[in-house]
């Protein structure tokens, strides 16, 4: 069963402010830490986080881990953050050290258990395997049992299958072993320090030390320690969930709003209550179902396992059948019989086909590899290749997360080339504190210096997700004022009031819909002159034009359309 969707969380619609209680409810209202943390004023606007306690919500430090964590009852990704607040029995203040310390005996430490298996036994386990007895069985006779008649042992038989033998085991060891790393990998990937609220004051702790109520802090470029519901949120939160979700984009988060462990903060700075902690937390799910895969027996080992035992039955058959013959009707000598029995067991089996095919195996584990594909058993991938449809909820999971401009492929609707599109794009860009398309934008320039090259930027309005659009007013290098936006394809065009005909909407909307149809996004530009120089005045009005940009294997368009300001 996969963990529930990251995206599919409740909106608070609430920004610039904490929630839960000891929230303070006034206008310009402090944020609760602003003795220690720099932070703007939080402003109360929504009445539900004044809300009385639920009587309902029981006392969660009373309840096992599993009832806590059973969504049917509990979920604390969606419930009221004062319910969270008090199913928790925490408050804005954070937990104190020996509270803490309780819960770190119940709930276990923030990390995930990655369970050791023994190399020397992980390795005979390669030896553990029906084709495999016949081959020892083989060796025993081969050492063992094959004396007598003035000869010694068959040494060359033996070892020749043992070197069989060991060539499968340590193949399929060093494969494995190295493909068990994977969920080490996903590990170390996890916060290593968290900034949390304890005994009233801020403190830095381990990221393992966190437990459901903590109350943490995160800003730009912090991984997230573990699960949380956002206390408050300081200016725009973008929060990048492309490790769970594929998505290449940030996330913006409000508070109310729920964040996972092993995200990236991209922009602003928050607070967040802890409501999963370890394999509790979305991450960790997703973690433990890698090292959970492969732990059943697949489709090539069950075939292998059918074949193994049919040869052993064969084989069993025939050797009963030839000693009665040998010995009991023609009177064989001892080492003539056992000669014959040796080369029945080496012959009756195909000897070699378990190094052949953890070879092959382990060639296809090393391409997939240097892809960056996670194969935690080698046996996996005959798997995979037996897969005749593969179904996937996100695009984005399937592409490289890399936003790239498609320069020949730019469509102009007015007399700006392909050229002066991607540069006023590049306008309407930050050059720092960079979003994702940002980055793409300003680094498909020939230098990303251009972007702000010969222009004086006046005024710049970073994204606003109720408006959808970025805006810079700059002076050019001959003093005239000039705006440039960019944003969703249709909020720009809306924008437009010059030289826009029915005929120019047709064909861009035509675009954007069979750039969509093809799974791709869209992304606007628009461009204004303001004769007055005033950066408060409206300007003359504007003319459009068509860039595409893909995402990985997926497109963007960018259009560039002409507006006026409002």
């Given at each position: 069963?996969?963990p529930?969707?990251?995206?599919?969380?409740?909106k608070?619609?609430?920004?610039?402010?904490?929630?839960?209680?000891?929230?303070?409810?006034?206008?310009?209202?402090?944020?609760?830490?602003?003795?220690?943390?720099?932070?703007?004023p939080?402003?109360?606007?929504?009445?539900?986080?004044?809300?009385?306690?639920?009587?309902?919500?029981?006392?969660?430090?009373?309840?096992?881990?599993?009832?806590?964590?059973?969504?049917?009852?509990?979920?604390?990704?969606?419930?009221?953050?004062?319910?969270?607040?008090?199913?928790?029995?925490?408050?804005?203040?954070?937990?104190?050290?020996?509270?803490?310390?309780?819960?770190i005996?119940k709930?276990?430490?923030?990390?995930?258990?990655?369970?050791?298996?023994?190399p020397?036994?992980?390795?005979?386990?390669?030896?553990?395997?029906?084709?495999?007895?016949?081959?020892?069985?083989?060796?025993?006779?081969?050492?063992?049992?094959?004396?007598?008649?003035?000869?010694?042992?068959?040494?060359?038989?033996?070892?020749?299958?043992?070197?069989?033998?060991?060539?499968?085991?340590?193949?399929?060891?060093?494969?494995?072993?190295?493909?068990?790393?994977?969920?080490?990998?996903?590990?170390?990937?996890?916060?290593?320090?968290?900034?949390?609220?304890?005994?009233?004051?801020?403190?830095?702790?381990?990221?393992?030390?966190?437990?459901?109520?903590?109350?943490?802090?995160?800003?730009?470029?912090?991984?997230?320690?573990?699960?949380?519901?956002?206390?408050a949120?300081?200016?725009?939160?973008?929060?990048?969930?492309?490790?769970?979700?594929?998505?290449?984009?940030?996330?913006?988060?409000?508070?109310?709003?729920?964040i996972?462990?092993?995200?990236?903060?991209?922009?602003?700075?928050?607070?967040?209550?802890?409501?999963?902690?370890?394999?509790?937390?979305?991450?960790g799910?997703?973690?433990?179902?890698v090292?959970?895969?492969?732990?059943?027996?697949?489709?090539?080992?069950?075939?292998?396992?059918?074949?193994?035992?049919?040869?052993?039955?064969?084989?069993?058959?025939?050797?009963?059948?030839?000693?009665?013959?040998?010995?009991?009707?023609?009177?064989?000598?001892y080492?003539?019989?056992?000669?014959?029995?040796?080369?029945?067991?080496?012959?009756?089996?195909?000897?070699?086909?378990?190094?052949?095919?953890?070879?092959?195996?382990?060639?296809?584990?090393?391409?997939?590899?240097?892809?960056?594909?996670?194969v935690?058993?080698?046996?996996?991938?005959?798997e995979?290749?037996?897969?005749?449809?593969?179904c996937?909820?996100k695009?984005?999971?399937?592409?490289?997360?890399?936003?790239?401009?498609?320069?020949?492929?730019?469509?102009?609707?007015s007399?700006?080339?392909?050229?002066?599109?991607?540069?006023?794009?590049?306008?309407?860009?930050?050059?720092?504190?960079?979003?994702?398309?940002?980055?793409?934008?300003?680094?498909?320039?020939?230098?990303?210096?251009?972007?702000?090259?010969?222009?004086?930027?006046l005024?710049?309005k970073?994204f606003?997700?109720?408006?959808?659009?970025?805006?810079?007013?700059?002076?050019?290098?001959?003093?005239?004022?000039?705006?440039?936006?960019?944003?969703?394809?249709?909020?720009?065009?809306?924008?437009?009031?010059?030289?826009?005909?029915?005929?120019?909407?047709?064909?861009?909307?035509?675009?954007?819909?069979?750039?969509?149809?093809?799974?791709?996004?869209?992304?606007?530009?628009a461009?204004?002159?303001?004769?007055?120089?005033?950066?408060?005045?409206?300007?003359?009005?504007?003319?459009?034009?068509?860039?595409?940009?893909?995402?990985?294997l997926?497109?963007?368009?960018?259009?560039?359309?002409?507006?006026?300001?409002?």
């Amino acid at each position: 069963m996969e963990p529930n969707d990251p995206n599919n969380n409740e909106k608070a619609h609430v920004a610039d402010q904490p929630v839960g209680p000891n929230t303070p409810v006034a206008p310009n209202a402090a944020a609760p830490d602003a003795a220690t943390k720099e932070s703007v004023p939080a402003q109360a606007t929504d009445e539900s986080n004044t809300k009385p306690a639920n009587n309902d919500v029981p006392n969660g430090m009373s309840l096992t881990v599993e009832e806590l964590y059973d969504k049917d009852k509990h979920d604390l990704s969606t419930m009221e953050p004062g319910d969270v607040f008090q199913l928790l029995q925490t408050s804005t203040d954070g937990l104190t050290s020996e509270e803490a310390a309780r819960r770190i005996e119940k709930f276990g430490h923030n990390r995930l258990e990655h369970k050791e298996v023994n190399p020397i036994l992980q390795f005979l386990g390669f030896m553990w395997n029906p084709l495999s007895w016949v081959m020892e069985a083989a060796a025993i006779v081969a050492i063992a049992v094959s004396n007598g008649g003035g000869r010694p042992p068959d040494w060359e038989d033996f070892v020749g299958i043992v070197l069989l033998l060991l060539a499968n085991s340590v193949i399929g060891f060093m494969e494995e072993r190295q493909a068990g790393n994977a969920v080490k990998a996903l590990m170390a990937s996890l916060a290593p320090e968290a900034k949390v609220k304890r005994d009233g004051a801020w403190k830095t702790v381990e990221a393992a030390e966190l437990v459901p109520g903590d109350v943490i802090s995160v800003k730009l470029g912090d991984v997230i320690p573990a699960d949380g519901r956002l206390v408050a949120a300081h200016g725009e939160v973008s929060i990048d969930q492309a490790a769970l979700t594929g998505e290449s984009l940030p996330v913006t988060k409000e508070a109310g709003d729920e964040i996972f462990s092993g995200s990236t903060c991209k922009q602003g700075e928050a607070e967040a209550i802890v409501i999963g902690t370890g394999l509790n937390t979305f991450f960790g799910r997703a973690a433990k179902l890698v090292g959970d895969a492969g732990d059943e027996m697949g489709h090539l080992q069950t075939i292998l396992a059918k074949i193994g035992n049919f040869c052993i039955c064969t084989i069993g058959i025939f050797l009963i059948v030839v000693v009665i013959v040998q010995y009991a009707a023609f009177r064989y000598p001892y080492r003539t019989g056992i000669d014959n029995v040796l080369v029945l067991l080496i012959g009756g089996i195909p000897i070699a086909m378990p190094t052949v095919l953890s070879v092959t195996l382990a060639i296809g584990a090393k391409q997939l590899a240097e892809h960056k594909a996670i194969v935690t058993r080698i046996t996996a991938i005959e798997e995979m290749a037996a897969v005749t449809i593969l179904c996937s909820d996100k695009t984005g999971t399937l592409t490289l997360n890399k936003l790239i401009v498609d320069k020949p492929t730019i469509k102009t609707y007015s007399d700006y080339t392909g050229e002066d599109v991607i540069l006023l794009s590049a306008y309407a860009s930050r050059t720092e504190n960079q979003d994702a398309i940002d980055f793409c934008i300003v680094n498909s320039l020939p230098n990303p210096q251009l972007a702000r090259e010969g222009i004086e930027e006046l005024e710049f309005k970073p994204f606003n997700p109720v408006i959808k659009r970025t805006q810079i007013t700059y002076k050019d290098k001959d003093g005239v004022v000039r705006r440039v936006t960019k944003g969703m394809s249709h909020t720009i065009l809306d924008l437009c009031s010059r030289d826009k005909t029915e005929e120019q909407i047709k064909a861009l909307n035509d675009d954007v819909d069979e750039y969509a149809r093809r799974g791709l996004r869209a992304l606007a530009v628009a461009v204004d002159e303001i004769p007055s120089g005033n950066i408060e005045d409206e300007g003359k009005g504007f003319k459009s034009l068509l860039n595409p940009v893909f995402l990985s294997l997926l497109k963007l368009l960018l259009d560039l359309v002409k507006f006026s300001n409002v």
